[in-house]
């Protein structure tokens, strides 16, 4: 027998849960001595947000800088770095233009390709050669790393702890004392049909908690159809709950450095 634990995050209002145990290959698993504990988690000095945007597209800049800088608010920007200066992609100036004004830019592989599926070289191929053309660009906060789609195992863990200091998931969830895992980072990721009072409620609960909330955005666009794009008018509104509620916006790479010393 192998015991596990984890911790769940329920939404709010929340009336029932079922659980879903998937198995990585062929076989049989036999379950035991279930239970569930609300827990409080143990709280940092403060709450935090990071707000995170994934891919490089040009809505980073010509729709998202300019709402988070009505609210003054910072953001960190995993990029795709074989994809800059692509069609409605960022450029390397607007990248420096974006790090001007204190935003993070960090890697996100070069092609954007599951990693799990990719063979050894090729997959180290990607997590260095993004991480090298930013550092070799100017941007030092090539040390934090967002896997694409959020597909990653215990190979490409190996190597992305080998290359940098931090990773950012897709699972849901808030960071907190108790289990905090620098290279498992939990986020909620922004999709269209979450409401801003869904959106509030995350918010709250890190205030009230004193946990660290990261959100992750894609493309700001008008809606198109893709179940991941945020229109302007709405991610004006997310800026605004997050202004209104008072808890402080920083960088992946800020929240690190004050939250670290503190584990």
Known sequence: WTSYRTHLYLPPGARSLRIFHGLARVGRLALDDLSLTAVRPAPFKRG???????????????QAMPLLARHGMLATHYVVTGLIGAQNRLSLAMLRELKARGDEIAPHTVTHPDLTGLATTDMTRELEDSKRFLTDNGFDSATDFASPTGEYNSDTLAEIRRLFTSHRTVYVGYNDRDTFDIYQLRSHSMRSSIAVAEVEAWVARAAADHTWLIITYHDIVDRDGSVYSTTPAELDAQLGVIERLGVQVVTVREALNELLPQL
């Open 48 to 62: 935090l947000v990071s707000l995170t945007f994934d891919d490089g597209w040009l809505s980073d800049y010509t």
